[in-house]
């Protein structure tokens, strides 16, 4: 019964070093996400995937990385990282479709110094 | 774009008072509509959505959210507020992605929901 599944759960990153969040679900769910969280600004979308192969810019994916090989995983790499990307990012997946419900992971809090 | 408004960032009520959080969105068409809650260094679950029929949406621990088209409002609430309801509420709405036809949730800025014993 795992959902969404989500690691590291913490990290601290030195500027310029780059870093892969690990995403991965087992429900099955075509649809992916990646969002980060900062406060009193809600959920901004980075990058989300439609499939395995598929990916594409969400709102503010300048900084990231995506790729999907499987349709079970979605990882998000930083490269170069920057204070700016200090944030909570949570991944997400869903089944499909305008009313579908999306299953988040318990976050990665990343903190660049 | 569709947009969504959550007025008040923080909102404290009393144990056992009615709690009301506050949605307005923007869009174009027909929208969906979501509340999720986020507990303490969790991630987010659904609350509630509407989507078609009836406005009157029930959700989980005794949510509840009306859609009101001509006030473009969605919001919240709950008879009365239980300690377990302290936590940050996010209202979304679907917007459809330009590329593949999908579409994704735009989040507001939540609001934080604080229960004074």
């Known amino acids: 019964n795992a959902g969404v599944t989500q690691t590291p759960k913490f990290r601290i990153l030195k500027i310029g070093q780059s870093m892969t969040l690990q995403c991965t679900q087992d429900m099955n769910h075509n649809y992916m996400y990646w969002y980060r969280q900062d406060p009193g600004m809600g959920l901004k979308l980075i990058y989300y995937?439609?499939?395995?192969?598929?990916?594409d810019k969400g709102e503010v994916p300048n900084g990231y990385n995506v790729s999907r090989s499987t349709t079970e995983d979605f990882p998000l790499r930083l490269e170069l990282a920057a204070p700016s990307q200090t944030s909570v990012y949570f991944c997400a997946s869903s089944y499909g479709g305008s009313n579908t419900e999306a299953f988040f992971g318990q976050g990665t809090r990343l903190t660049v110094v | 774009a569709q947009s969504v408004t959550q007025l008040g960032s923080h909102v404290s009520v009393s144990e056992g008072a009615l709690v009301l959080l506050r949605c307005n969105y923007s869009?174009?068409?027909?929208?969906?509509l979501f509340w999720y809650v986020q507990y303490p260094n969790q991630g987010l679950q659904l609350l509630l959505k509407?989507?078609?029929?009836?406005?009157l949406v029930k959700g989980i621990n005794g949510f509840e959210a009306e859609f009101k088209k001509s006030e473009t409002s969605f919001h919240l609430t709950k008879p009365s507020a239980h300690m377990s309801d302290a936590a940050e509420y996010f209202c979304a709405v679907s917007e459809l992605l330009a590329n593949f036809g999908n579409e994704k949730l735009t989040f507001g800025t939540g609001t934080r929901l604080t229960i004074i014993p």
């Open positions: 995937s439609v499939g395995a192969g598929i990916t």
């Open positions: 509407y989507t078609t029929g009836a406005t």
């Open positions: 869009s174009s068409v027909p929208p969906y």
